[in-house]
């Protein structure tokens, strides 16, 4: 298990998961954002030494704040590779992509289908593979890799001038959730369903991207997101943030006993003020 790490002030700062490690709660304070995360491969994926099947990164820069959770498909080819090779482009993504949109995050999921294949292609698989498994991950590779994802990226106004935004996309069913001044609120269009996902063979699969955009003013108000994988859906049944974070701590203390969770598991807490 990672050392848990001291709350520190910075103006920036970037963390990525490495998806064979556990990390327990972690927080960093930046000049605008406080940011708590946690990362949790199962007790399975722990024992094997394999990689997890999640994979999450957050970065900040300023007064912007950029994020992603990748959950990849357990019936697909290589979920640990699908979550980490498109969480690693979406994150370099929303670092180097001035103005956010639909349309081009659309165009940017497909325009990854050559690459991803192309890497899917030349994983090796184990020389002393029982010939039966070996046909049975061959047909998986045939069909591509395949994750779900959230991601998304803050810009207070103090970036943008005299207002901010928030931008967010997923495909999948990732948790997401959002507070303002505590009071929890319904993101629209509130569809997150495991049908849909991103293919490395085909791209876009099941519907395209939902988008969710917001204007953020100075309001004097106190903002929340927050996202998880369903390795963390015990997590659903809690109220408000006070709550989720106790389940978190208790899981933490049996973790620490050596009771792993049943499924890999990511969480990511972001609060501002603007």
Partial sequence: MRKKLTPTMTPEFVWTSQQNQLYPLMETLTSHFSCRYTYSPSEDTLGSGEASQDYLAVGVDGNSCRFVVCDGVSLSYRGDFAAGFLGRRIFNWLGYTPELSAEGFERFLNDLVPEASESANRLDLPPDMPPLLRDVLEEKRSRGIESMYLCGRIELPEARGDSGRLWLAWQGDCRLRRWVNNEELIIEPGTFVTRERWSGRHGISGSSPHVYTEELIRQKTEHRIMLYTDGLKLLDRCGNPDEITSVLKRIFVR????????????????????
């Fill in 255 to 274: 973790q620490s006993e050596g009771e792993h969770l049943e499924d890999d598991a990511s969480w990511l807490d972001l609060t501002w003020n603007i």
